[in-house]
T-cell receptor, first 110, second 117 residues
Framework: GDSVTQMEGPVTLSEEAFLTINCTYT??????LFWYVQYPGEGLQLLLKATKADDKGSNKGFEATYRKETTSFHLEKGSVQVSDSAVYFCALSNWGKLQFGAGTQVVVTP | DAGVIQSPRHEVTEMGQEVTLRCKPISGHNSLFWYRQTMMRGLELLIY????????DSGMPEDRFSAKMPNASFSTLKIQPSEPRDSAVYFC???????????????FGAGTRLSVL
């Protein structure tokens, strides 16, 4: 079945550091790929998405590129802020259902 | 738009009691999803509906769990009887299957934190 694997956290960074969270997937067909973010005490929010190979999703300085050849969708941000501290979930969608990774907690310190 | 609305935000109950969680999806959305989030198991899809019809309930842990969607603007998740291992955060999400930029993007509510003592 479909599955998503993402790097374990927590990832602890200093403000303005470069962030990468690795995500790889296994799926049949041509899924859409997503990154969701969860701030403490809140529900998940869509951060960015990509619907086909080589698409790049971007939002709030975050980027991820749909790489079909490596079945990956790594999340990157060039300069993180304390407000980026959250849990980040990689997910894929086939037929309208989302399959989530385990989540990666990111802690950004001043 | 008010987004997906869940109630209550917090629920504390005793083992054996019935618990009902409520969800109001975004107006116009025709798919609704119930998830459970725990530290041990992460995010699990429990059940989802298309056009108020349950499509896949394979994630419902056992017969103590049931979900209904009597109309397009309301859904409930019921646990009867509740057990301590049901303690978790339960999320509702909705999406639209219609063509457009938001097709199949799930929008989540703030969740209900359930504690069963």
């Amino acid at each position: 079945g479909d599955s998503v694997t993402q790097m374990e956290g927590p990832v602890t960074l200093s403000e303005e550091a470069f962030l990468t969270i690795n995500c790889t997937y296994t799926a049949t067909g041509y899924p859409s790929l997503f990154w969701y973010v969860q701030y403490p005490g809140e529900g998940l929010q869509l951060l960015l998405k990509a619907t086909k190979a080589d698409d790049k999703g971007s939002n709030k300085g975050f980027e991820a590129t749909y790489r079909k050849e490596t079945t990956s969708f790594h999340l990157e941000k060039g300069s993180v802020q304390v407000s980026d501290s959250a849990v980040y979930f990689c997910a894929l969608s086939n037929w309208g259902k989302l399959q989530f990774g385990a989540g990666t907690q990111v802690v950004v310190t001043p | 738009d008010a987004g997906v609305i869940q109630s209550p935000r917090h629920e504390v109950t005793e083992m054996g009691q019935e618990v009902t969680l409520r969800c109001k999806p975004i107006s116009g959305h025709n798919s609704l999803f119930w998830y459970r989030q725990t530290m041990m198991r992460g995010l699990e899809l429990l059940i989802y509906f298309n056009n108020n019809v349950p499509i896949d309930d394979s994630g419902m842990p056992e017969d103590r769990f049931s979900a209904k969607m009597p109309n397009a603007s309301f859904s409930t998740l019921k646990i009867q009887p509740s057990e301590p291992r049901d303690s978790a955060v339960y999320f509702c999400a909705s999406s639209s299957r219609r063509q457009g930029k938001s097709k199949n993007i799930q929008y989540f509510g703030a969740g209900t934190r359930l504690s069963v003592l």
